[in-house]
């Protein structure tokens, strides 16, 4: 979860290619003549989406090292439990799975203050609770650091991790400080503080891929859970670290890699009128290869297929094929701007995997959306890869 600045600026709006005009229908001969910027989607939310425009004076670019400077705070009512090191080893594998999930291309360099910061206030006084003020979470995290000038200079570092004991149960869940340029803010040694993960006790049932999730949202990236209490999941399931991080394949879509600049242009097989095309996908989860099959339906929306091979949370498969959802850039934060496409001959889940997590498109199966006039059809799977065939009427 991230919270908006109450004055916050918009984020700026980038120009994109225009949606192309329908064509005769082609195949790959002419893949060269459809760049993938012709499928990229502006964001029309002003606030975090799944947009190629991302501000990055607002938000953190998803790209190169990241300078990460982890604190750890206890609270006069929640005196320190324990050594600041077993904290960051629970935390410290976020790091690997960022380089892994970015095929290298962006590293989390965590830096710990082995030391235990006093903070000035009760840990029950910062009003941590769903529906904290971003005002409220603002001076939490500049108390944090005013606590640990005088141990350390912030001006190294490009963001925070702010860790409380354990002991501190009022700090119950995990926002993301996402500074205000039009307010005053924090600032440390000289340098902004623009970006902080302020942890709660669910990184205790989260684990290490929390830190990835809050992170992202400094990249820019909405919330794919469900803000209301029906079904919290029901938009990309265990699919996307930003729905169910504790899912069956919680990584970034494809999408979303694209968007950070993670798959390059040449991997995005982009449709973005009508005609057909034939698409060799390898699988996410590899590096290389064609990414992902785009079909552009409008301004701000897409349906996108993805070859994926997911592992479950015991260790077993829990489903392998072709992953299709549809992206609307319009859509708000917590309101499904990612849906997984229902696919009604998915198979039973078993063991860690859920019914959304069975959903991936097997060979001679197909998904048509009659309203734009979209067919994806899966024809072939290898080991890593999976052939589809796209169609707009």
Known sequence: MRLRPLTAALAVTLPLIAAAPATAATDDAEDHARPAAACALAGKTGWTDEGHDTDYHQFQQPLGTKHVLMLFVDFPDAPAAGAPDDYYRQLAPAADWMEQDSYGRARLDITPLKRWIRMPQDSASYGFQRGITFEQHELYVKQAVEAAQPYTDFSSYDMLYIVPTKT??????????????????????????????????????????????????????????????????????????????????????????????????????????????????????????????????????????????????????????????????????????????????????????????????????????????????????????????????
Request: hydrophobic residues 35%; neutral net charge.
């Open 168 to 393: 501190a149960s009022a700090i119950s869940f995990s926002p993301t400080y996402l500074y205000d340029p039009t307010g005053a803010g924090i600032t440390a040694n000289g340098k902004r503080i623009k970006w902080a993960v302020t942890f709660g006790q669910d990184m205790n049932h989260w684990g290490y891929k929390v830190a990835d999730h809050e992170t992202s949202h400094t990249f820019g990236l909405p919330d794919l859970y469900a803000f209301t209490a029906t079904d919290y999941h029901r938009y990309v399931g265990g699919w996307d670290l930003m729905g169910n991080i504790a899912g069956a394949a919680p990584q970034h879509l494809g999408w979303e890699r694209w968007k950070f600049g993670w798959i390059d242009d040449h991997q995005v097989a982009c449709l973005p009128g009508a005609g057909s095309r034939t698409v060799h996908l390898k699988a996410v989860e590899r590096p290389g290869g064609t990414k992902i099959a785009v079909i552009r339906t409008s301004d701000t929306t897409a349906y996108v297929a993805e070859s994926r091979r997911a592992v479950g949370a015991d260790g077993k498969a829990c489903s392998t094929g072709v992953l299709i959802y549809k992206v609307d850039t319009s859509v708000a934060t917590g309101n499904g701007p990612v849906q997984v496409v229902t696919n009604p001959g998915a198979a039973a889940p078993t063991g860690a995997c859920t019914a959304l997590d069975m959903q991936a498109y097997q060979p001679g199966q197909s998904f048509t959306d009659p309203t734009t006039g979209v067919t994806i059809d899966v024809q072939r799977r290898g080991p890593l890869t999976d052939t589809v065939r796209l169609t707009r009427r």
